[in-house]
């Protein structure tokens, strides 16, 4: 299952926290912060997989090869887009590849919701952030992955608020996905 | 007065760049204010802002009564907000949770489908197992609801509930499996209850096999990646239990493997295979070499494919699975994987080092260690300063702060980014490496080493390259734990080991140690910067003083134990040293053949005179460990000084006169009793204690005047004969001796008979310091300085005897007469055998070859040597043993516990076999329940009495009436009992019996019937004070019908 949803800025300021188990603030926020060192020392070829955080690391060590799965969280996956990172903790039983593409339908989801989405309407529209999510993932547990449903869920609670006009916005239009349109054609 | 809004506070931030604290501060007491105000909206907004500021870490569990209330606020708006704010901020130790339930109960329950998805959304952050049993009746009948999307969140939340809740997979599985089976069902909430399923597929797969026939359905026809990948890994748990599905599953996933486009899908299927034992099952058959050639041959392809890291990194990921069970599919991709260890990505490195841990043998453990050594080596250090420039909390302090740039946050998040800064080699993944080096090296007793000089000298490079330990050095005596878990302990902790057990390379590892220790080539021998490696001091300096007399410059390591700087060493290496300093004065005192001349006199007298110059002032350290010991040596140094200089001394060319008999006998019997054989761990608890052993009588009444009379003698008398009965090993001791030889040692192989081994899959000089080589070098050199056929330097041949041509080779560039070059006859059959192993030709020869001899010793022990001990042994891999048994018994942080649901089964209740333990607990209840029943039968008969003495006192009218109004009651009842009482329903009843209530008072009829049917052991105490009531319905209902 998936233990945590991250997503931070590319100064570590997080835009989105959601765990799904209940922990301590001051644990949240010093997790969001070693995930943020990590993340933000890898080069461009490196592989979306990040080495446990210390504070996730610790326990770990003890999975052997005879139990396949058990629930402690082993994978820390993530994406970078533009200038926020996107991050997912799961267990095992998640498949490291298929949660690539979670966080990319996530982020097509969201692009459908604002438009060319940027950092700045998470910022100001976090409640529909968290209301996309909660169309993905319950509890953990991945309930929806088809792009037009989960626009559909989150436009169905209400009109999806714009950003704010004077907030302006310039220089944009970046168009296209750099991976394959086809939500799961590519990976 | 000016409310913020979310925005309001968005951007005043943002525009309170360098005063954010104070901002927030001012905006959290404003909120404190509005969200105590009775304006709804005012209230929601504030609540808002307090949860955007929670994710900066700002805290609001103040706040959660205030949640509670715009959660219940009739607007949608205000309830998202509501139960976004409880996601969020509630924990474990939240109060108003219980308040919290009914609210929730009341939304799963409200008609519009986007305001029951919030609880379905919350429940799983908040609940806890009693108001799992609350909500799970509202709950349950949310899995029929019209939408899909409510029905699969619904499948959701019941799974999170089961994981507090166990009880509540009884009634919702069977709901849940009859959604799954249901072919029109939406095909989304399919996915989710496949997801559902997959995660407690690994807690119970047998509760999943009657399932499978609909899932494998699933997985042929399904469109849905997610779900098929899902589908996968549930088989692959699936299998084991159920070998017949393995043919069934082959022909589909293959067809996927071959056909799929999503790469993702295409990996989860080999890695299923794999799991799932299938490689195993269809071993032999030609569909199985069909099937491991294709998996691992996508898998290769996944390694070599460019461009691509992830698919690098999964696959390694893959290997790591097969490593054990199939080491050849392994092996045979070693080029590749071998190549991961030095890729740039630390994560793939760290994958890779995993998967070489696994893999290593004989023949290819130096081309490993050697390409780790490599990397340790050239790779520039990372100061750790420049580590936590990147980290957020080294910066000013956290806070939901303005970006310095605004034009940042509006790039456009469609394009996937990646930074461009080459990986550091941080410290804590060097000290992964030298632990999985030393992991790898001393894997079963250092079964795959065949070469220790050449272990010892990858040891001291390993030394050289170990990282500044986080801890400097104290000198106090706050010892362990974190010291221990220090690499270079366990670099030591190998140098120490291979001293002890391998005695052919002994002197090799004292001449390491040695080198280790001397003060003067501490530069050269420790990283330059920082305090790493120094740990491993300890073990040197016990190895040197142990094997002192293998020690090729004694001097130099005595001033070198004896240096002020020694002084500054941690406690436990100090302490260390000083039971060094005598056993070294030992080896260098004790000969006994040498005449007592005026000269030893004088150095040995200079010698103790420095060494109880050293002591003294330790024999007051703060350590207790280091005083005791340095007061001791102290004592003894000085007396074997009063001892030399009472001794006279013989001419130094004249007879022979014996030196005092304190320092060539009695010091080095201190030391030099028993040889020291590691002994397994545990091995201690398996001494039988002899019989007739007593160890309550004092072995001497009189033991004080015994060492009163001890303290009186004389050493010079009879000193022999007292040391020699407390050093010399008891001969015949009852317990030790079957086991005091190793058995090894009968099988002593001479160590001429030793081959050097290949090193030709790895070079040196890559891996190992110029000086290490240098001196190498210089040994082979020595080795081979008889061999005529020595030119190779990295050659593979033992001396031999000194032949005519070597002479005339050796002569060097002298000129050469042809003729005086004696003609041999060549013994062909003898040499052609030679040739085989020829140097020249030995460059190509595969590495593979029998591994050299050399005899290790193995632990000792008694009786059956027991397995489980051996991995915990701490002379062979100890880093890391304390950290890992901490952390099994440690949660980790992120962890939803789901073992709860291991001891559910799902079977259906009747058809499931009971367990002996569900059959106690069921008679123990009815037990109980009977108790409850019979003391509820006598109270109600004594209310009865006493009723019947009030009633009679009673007006008729009065009683008339009341009973009017029961009837009535009863008649509404009729309609809602039949529909539900099958045994389980308890809650509706309990409903019922509160509305009973009002009346029921006056009611105490005697009731002669009290069986009862709905009866089945659920509900406990509670149900004692209800009983009476109850009973008095259901007869009023059986007269009725």
Redesign the interface.
Same mark, same amino acid.
């Given at each position: 299952?998936i233990?945590?949803v991250l997503v931070f800025?590319?100064?570590? !300021?997080?835009?989105?926290?959601?765990? @799904?188990?209940?922990?301590?603030?001051?644990?949240?926020?010093?997790?969001?912060?070693e995930i943020?060192?990590l993340v933000?020392?890898?080069?461009?070829?490196?592989?979306?997989?990040? *080495?446990l955080p210390p504070?996730?690391a610790?326990?770990?060590?003890?999975s052997t090869?005879t139990t396949?799965?058990n629930?402690?969280?082993s994978l820390v996956t993530y994406?970078?887009?533009?200038?926020?990172y996107f991050i997912i903790?799961s267990t095992s039983?998640e498949?490291?590849?298929?949660l690539?593409?979670?966080i990319q339908v996530f982020?097509q989801a969201?692009?459908g919701l604002f438009e060319?989405?940027?950092?700045?309407d998470l910022?100001?529209n976090?409640?529909t952030l968290?209301?996309t999510l909660?169309?993905m993932i319950?509890? #953990?547990?991945?309930?929806?992955? !088809?792009l037009d449903?989960v626009v559909e869920?989150v436009k169905?609670?209400?009109k999806v608020a714009k950003r704010?006009v004077n907030e302006?916005?310039?220089?944009? #239009?970046?168009?296209?996905?750099?991976?394959g349109e086809g939500v799961?054609?590519?990976? | 007065m000016f409310e913020k809004s979310?925005?309001d506070l968005?951007r005043g931030l943002r525009n309170h760049k360098g005063t954010e604290k104070e901002y927030i501060a001012e905006s959290i007491r404003e909120c404190r204010k509005e969200i105590r105000s009775n304006d709804m909206d005012l209230k929601s907004t504030a609540l808002?802002k307090l949860t955007?500021l929670?994710?900066?870490?700002?805290?609001m569990s103040w706040a959660s009564f205030n949640v509670l209330e715009v959660m219940s606020s009739p607007k949608?708006?205000h309830k $998202?907000?509501g139960y976004?704010a409880a996601?969020?901020s509630? /924990? /474990?130790d939240t109060e108003v949770l219980m308040l919290a339930e009914n609210q929730l109960k009341k939304d799963i329950s409200s008609p519009t489908?986007?305001v029951i998805?919030l609880p379905?959304?919350a429940?799983?952050?908040?609940i806890n197992p009693s108001m799992a049993n609350s909500v799970l009746s509202d709950l349950l009948p949310r899995l029929t609801h019209s939408h899909a999307?409510i029905r699969?969140?619904t499948v959701?939340?019941l @799974? $999170?509930l089961a994981l507090v809740y166990p009880e509540t997979l009884r009634p919702a599985w069977p709901k849940i499996k009859e959604r799954l089976q249901d072919e029109h069902e939406d095909p989304?909430v399919t996915?989710?209850i496949v997801?559902?399923i997959?995660?407690l597929g690994?807690r119970r797969p047998q509760d999943f096999l009657p399932l499978a026939p609909r899932l494998f359905d699933l997985l042929v026809e399904g469109n849905?990646?997610?779900m098929a990948?899902k589908l996968i890994?549930l088989f692959?748990?699936l299998t084991p239990l159920e070998p017949r599905l393995i043919k069934k599953l082959l022909p589909p996933l293959t067809r996927i493997i071959k056909e799929t486009?999503?790469?993702?899908l295409l990996?989860?299927c080999i890695?299923g295979i794999i !799991?799932g034992g299938i490689l195993e099952a269809v071993e032999g058959t030609s569909d199985g070499e069909e099937i491991a050639r294709l998996c691992v041959g996508k898998l290769r392809g996944m390694m070599i494919i460019e #461009?691509d890291?992830?698919l690098? @990194?999964?696959a390694l990921?893959a290997f790591? $699975?097969i490593v054990?069970s199939h080491p050849h599919l392994v092996s045979q991709q070693q080029d590749v994987i071998l190549n991961c260890i030095d890729d740039?990505?630390?994560?793939?490195r760290?994958r890779a080092l995993d998967l070489v841990v696994g893999m290593v043998n004989t023949d290819n453990l130096t081309a490993i260690v050697g390409r780790l050594m490599r990397q340790l080596r050239t790779a520039p250090t990372v100061s750790s300063t420049e580590?936590t420039a990147?980290?957020?909390?080294g910066?000013t302090g956290? #806070?939901?702060?303005g970006?310095p740039d605004?034009?940042?946050?509006?790039?456009?998040?469609? !394009?996937?980014?990646?930074?461009?800064?080459? *990986?550091?080699l941080p410290d804590d993944y060097r000290v992964t490496v030298i632990r999985r080096v030393l992991e790898m090296c001393s894997r079963d007793t250092y079964a795959n080493i065949t070469d220790f000089e050449w272990y010892i000298d990858v040891l001291v490079q390993l030394v050289r390259v170990s990282p500044a330990t986080k801890t400097a050095s104290d000198t106090d005596e706050d010892l362990d734990i974190e010291d221990v878990d220090d690499v270079s302990h366990g670099i030591g902790r190998q140098l120490q080991n291979v001293a002890v057990r391998v005695k052919s390379v002994r002197p090799e590892a004292v001449e390491a140690a040695q080198s280790l220790v001397l003060v003067d080539r501490r530069d050269q021998m420790f990283p330059s910067s920082g305090n790493g490696g120094l740990g491993v001091l300890e073990y040197a300096g016990w190895i040197v003083g142990e094997y002192a007399n293998y020690l090729t410059n004694p001097d130099a390591t005595m001033t070198s134990l004896l240096h002020p700087t020694s002084t500054q060493l941690p406690s436990k290496t100090l302490a260390i040293y000083l039971q060094a300093v005598p056993k070294v004065f030992a080896s260098m005192a004790g000969s006994e053949q040498v005449s007592w001349t005026p000269e030893r006199k004088t150095l040995m007298t200079l010698l103790m005179a420095r060494i109880v110059h050293f002591l003294e002032p330790l024999s007051t350290h703060p350590s207790l460990e280091v005083q005791e010991r340095a007061v001791e040596m102290l004592e003894l140094m000085r007396l074997a000084s009063e001892a030399a200089s009472g001794t006279v001394t013989g001419d130094a060319y004249g007879d022979f006169t014996d030196p005092p008999l304190l320092l060539t006998q009695a010091i080095p019997a201190l030391f030099s009793g028993a040889e020291l054989n590691p002994v397994a761990a545990g091995a201690q608890h398996k001494v039988p204690i002899p019989d007739g052993l007593d160890l309550d009588t004092p072995i001497n009444p009189n033991l004080n005047t015994l060492l009163a009379e001890a303290e009186q003698e004389g050493f010079e008398s009879d000193e022999d004969d007292v040391y020699a009965a407390y050093s010399e090993p008891p001969a015949s001791h009852p317990s030790t001796a079957p086991h005091h030889t190793p058995a090894a040692d009968r099988l002593d192989v001479p160590l001429k008979e030793k081959e050097p081994t290949s090193y030709q899959n790895a070079t040196e000089d890559e891996y190992l310091d110029p000086d290490i080589l240098a001196r190498r070098k210089a040994e082979r050199r020595e080795r081979y300085k008889d061999d005529p056929f020595y030119i190779d330097p990295e050659a593979q041949q033992t001396s031999r005897p000194l032949t005519p041509l070597g002479s005339i080779v050796r002569a060097g560039n002298e000129e050469v007469d042809i003729d005086a070059i004696p003609i041999m006859d060549l013994d062909l059959h003898h040499t052609s055998s030679r040739s085989a192993s020829d140097p020249h030709v030995g460059r190509t020869r595969s590495p593979r070859k029998a591994p050299k001899r050399v005899e290790i010793m193995g632990d000792e022990t008694l009786g059956p040597s027991d397995t489980g001990d051996s991995s915990a042994r701490e002379d062979i891999v100890a880093p890391?043993r304390a950290?890992?048994a901490?952390?099994?018994s440690?949660?980790?942080?992120?962890?939803?516990?789901?073992?709860q649901l291991g001891a559910l089964s799902l079977e259906d209740d009747g058809s499931g076999p009971m367990t002996q333990l569900d059959i106690e607990r069921k008679e123990a209840e009815e037990a109980e329940m009977k108790r409850a029943l019979m003391e509820v039968e006598r109270l109600r008969l004594e209310m009865q009495r006493a009723s019947e003495r009030v009633e009679a006192r009673r007006e008729v009218v009065v009683r008339k009436k009341k009973k009017k109004v029961r009837k009535a009651e009863i008649d509404g009842e009729e309609v809602v009992v039949p529909v539900g009482d099958e045994g389980g329903e308890g809650r509706e009843k309990g409903v019922k019996k509160k509305k009973k209530k009002k009346n029921a008072d006056a009611e105490g009829k005697a009731e002669e019937r009290d069986k009862d049917g709905g009866e089945d052991g659920q509900e406990g105490v509670v149900k004692k004070k209800k009983k009476k009531r109850r009973q008095v319905v259901l007869d009023d209902e059986g007269g009725a019908e």
């Amino acid at each position: 299952m998936i233990n945590a949803v991250l997503v931070f800025n590319n100064n570590g !300021q997080p835009r989105l926290t959601k765990f @799904y188990t209940q922990l301590e603030t001051s644990v949240q926020q010093r997790l969001i912060s070693e995930i943020f060192t990590l993340v933000s020392n890898r080069p461009n070829s490196a592989c979306n997989f990040l *080495p446990l955080p210390p504070l996730l690391a610790s326990s770990s060590k003890s999975s052997t090869p005879t139990t396949p799965h058990n629930d402690t969280p082993s994978l820390v996956t993530y994406r970078h887009y533009a200038t926020l990172y996107f991050i997912i903790i799961s267990t095992s039983t998640e498949s490291p590849l298929a949660l690539l593409d979670l966080i990319q339908v996530f982020v097509q989801a969201l692009d459908g919701l604002f438009e060319n989405v940027c950092e700045l309407d998470l910022i100001f529209n976090f409640e529909t952030l968290h209301a996309t999510l909660a169309e993905m993932i319950v509890g #953990g547990v991945v309930v929806e992955t !088809q792009l037009d449903r989960v626009v559909e869920g989150v436009k169905a609670q209400g009109k999806v608020a714009k950003r704010p006009v004077n907030e302006g916005k310039s220089g944009l #239009g970046l168009g296209g996905f750099g991976r394959g349109e086809g939500v799961w054609a590519g990976r | 007065m000016f409310e913020k809004s979310l925005y309001d506070l968005i951007r005043g931030l943002r525009n309170h760049k360098g005063t954010e604290k104070e901002y927030i501060a001012e905006s959290i007491r404003e909120c404190r204010k509005e969200i105590r105000s009775n304006d709804m909206d005012l209230k929601s907004t504030a609540l808002m802002k307090l949860t955007y500021l929670e994710m900066f870490g700002y805290d609001m569990s103040w706040a959660s009564f205030n949640v509670l209330e715009v959660m219940s606020s009739p607007k949608y708006r205000h309830k $998202r907000t509501g139960y976004l704010a409880a996601v969020q901020s509630f /924990r /474990r130790d939240t109060e108003v949770l219980m308040l919290a339930e009914n609210q929730l109960k009341k939304d799963i329950s409200s008609p519009t489908p986007t305001v029951i998805s919030l609880p379905l959304n919350a429940i799983p952050h908040v609940i806890n197992p009693s108001m799992a049993n609350s909500v799970l009746s509202d709950l349950l009948p949310r899995l029929t609801h019209s939408h899909a999307s409510i029905r699969k969140k619904t499948v959701v939340t019941l @799974y $999170r509930l089961a994981l507090v809740y166990p009880e509540t997979l009884r009634p919702a599985w069977p709901k849940i499996k009859e959604r799954l089976q249901d072919e029109h069902e939406d095909p989304s909430v399919t996915a989710a209850i496949v997801n559902v399923i997959c995660e407690l597929g690994w807690r119970r797969p047998q509760d999943f096999l009657p399932l499978a026939p609909r899932l494998f359905d699933l997985l042929v026809e399904g469109n849905n990646n997610w779900m098929a990948i899902k589908l996968i890994k549930l088989f692959a748990t699936l299998t084991p239990l159920e070998p017949r599905l393995i043919k069934k599953l082959l022909p589909p996933l293959t067809r996927i493997i071959k056909e799929t486009s999503a790469m993702s899908l295409l990996y989860e299927c080999i890695n299923g295979i794999i !799991q799932g034992g299938i490689l195993e099952a269809v071993e032999g058959t030609s569909d199985g070499e069909e099937i491991a050639r294709l998996c691992v041959g996508k898998l290769r392809g996944m390694m070599i494919i460019e #461009g691509d890291a992830n698919l690098k @990194y999964v696959a390694l990921l893959a290997f790591e $699975r097969i490593v054990r069970s199939h080491p050849h599919l392994v092996s045979q991709q070693q080029d590749v994987i071998l190549n991961c260890i030095d890729d740039p990505d630390i994560s793939i490195r760290m994958r890779a080092l995993d998967l070489v841990v696994g893999m290593v043998n004989t023949d290819n453990l130096t081309a490993i260690v050697g390409r780790l050594m490599r990397q340790l080596r050239t790779a520039p250090t990372v100061s750790s300063t420049e580590n936590t420039a990147n980290d957020r909390s080294g910066q000013t302090g956290l #806070g939901p702060y303005g970006e310095p740039d605004d034009s940042d946050a509006e790039e456009s998040l469609r !394009q996937e980014k990646r930074s461009d800064q080459p *990986p550091p080699l941080p410290d804590d993944y060097r000290v992964t490496v030298i632990r999985r080096v030393l992991e790898m090296c001393s894997r079963d007793t250092y079964a795959n080493i065949t070469d220790f000089e050449w272990y010892i000298d990858v040891l001291v490079q390993l030394v050289r390259v170990s990282p500044a330990t986080k801890t400097a050095s104290d000198t106090d005596e706050d010892l362990d734990i974190e010291d221990v878990d220090d690499v270079s302990h366990g670099i030591g902790r190998q140098l120490q080991n291979v001293a002890v057990r391998v005695k052919s390379v002994r002197p090799e590892a004292v001449e390491a140690a040695q080198s280790l220790v001397l003060v003067d080539r501490r530069d050269q021998m420790f990283p330059s910067s920082g305090n790493g490696g120094l740990g491993v001091l300890e073990y040197a300096g016990w190895i040197v003083g142990e094997y002192a007399n293998y020690l090729t410059n004694p001097d130099a390591t005595m001033t070198s134990l004896l240096h002020p700087t020694s002084t500054q060493l941690p406690s436990k290496t100090l302490a260390i040293y000083l039971q060094a300093v005598p056993k070294v004065f030992a080896s260098m005192a004790g000969s006994e053949q040498v005449s007592w001349t005026p000269e030893r006199k004088t150095l040995m007298t200079l010698l103790m005179a420095r060494i109880v110059h050293f002591l003294e002032p330790l024999s007051t350290h703060p350590s207790l460990e280091v005083q005791e010991r340095a007061v001791e040596m102290l004592e003894l140094m000085r007396l074997a000084s009063e001892a030399a200089s009472g001794t006279v001394t013989g001419d130094a060319y004249g007879d022979f006169t014996d030196p005092p008999l304190l320092l060539t006998q009695a010091i080095p019997a201190l030391f030099s009793g028993a040889e020291l054989n590691p002994v397994a761990a545990g091995a201690q608890h398996k001494v039988p204690i002899p019989d007739g052993l007593d160890l309550d009588t004092p072995i001497n009444p009189n033991l004080n005047t015994l060492l009163a009379e001890a303290e009186q003698e004389g050493f010079e008398s009879d000193e022999d004969d007292v040391y020699a009965a407390y050093s010399e090993p008891p001969a015949s001791h009852p317990s030790t001796a079957p086991h005091h030889t190793p058995a090894a040692d009968r099988l002593d192989v001479p160590l001429k008979e030793k081959e050097p081994t290949s090193y030709q899959n790895a070079t040196e000089d890559e891996y190992l310091d110029p000086d290490i080589l240098a001196r190498r070098k210089a040994e082979r050199r020595e080795r081979y300085k008889d061999d005529p056929f020595y030119i190779d330097p990295e050659a593979q041949q033992t001396s031999r005897p000194l032949t005519p041509l070597g002479s005339i080779v050796r002569a060097g560039n002298e000129e050469v007469d042809i003729d005086a070059i004696p003609i041999m006859d060549l013994d062909l059959h003898h040499t052609s055998s030679r040739s085989a192993s020829d140097p020249h030709v030995g460059r190509t020869r595969s590495p593979r070859k029998a591994p050299k001899r050399v005899e290790i010793m193995g632990d000792e022990t008694l009786g059956p040597s027991d397995t489980g001990d051996s991995s915990a042994r701490e002379d062979i891999v100890a880093p890391r043993r304390a950290s890992a048994a901490a952390g099994k018994s440690k949660k980790s942080l992120l962890q939803v516990d789901s073992s709860q649901l291991g001891a559910l089964s799902l079977e259906d209740d009747g058809s499931g076999p009971m367990t002996q333990l569900d059959i106690e607990r069921k008679e123990a209840e009815e037990a109980e329940m009977k108790r409850a029943l019979m003391e509820v039968e006598r109270l109600r008969l004594e209310m009865q009495r006493a009723s019947e003495r009030v009633e009679a006192r009673r007006e008729v009218v009065v009683r008339k009436k009341k009973k009017k109004v029961r009837k009535a009651e009863i008649d509404g009842e009729e309609v809602v009992v039949p529909v539900g009482d099958e045994g389980g329903e308890g809650r509706e009843k309990g409903v019922k019996k509160k509305k009973k209530k009002k009346n029921a008072d006056a009611e105490g009829k005697a009731e002669e019937r009290d069986k009862d049917g709905g009866e089945d052991g659920q509900e406990g105490v509670v149900k004692k004070k209800k009983k009476k009531r109850r009973q008095v319905v259901l007869d009023d209902e059986g007269g009725a019908e």
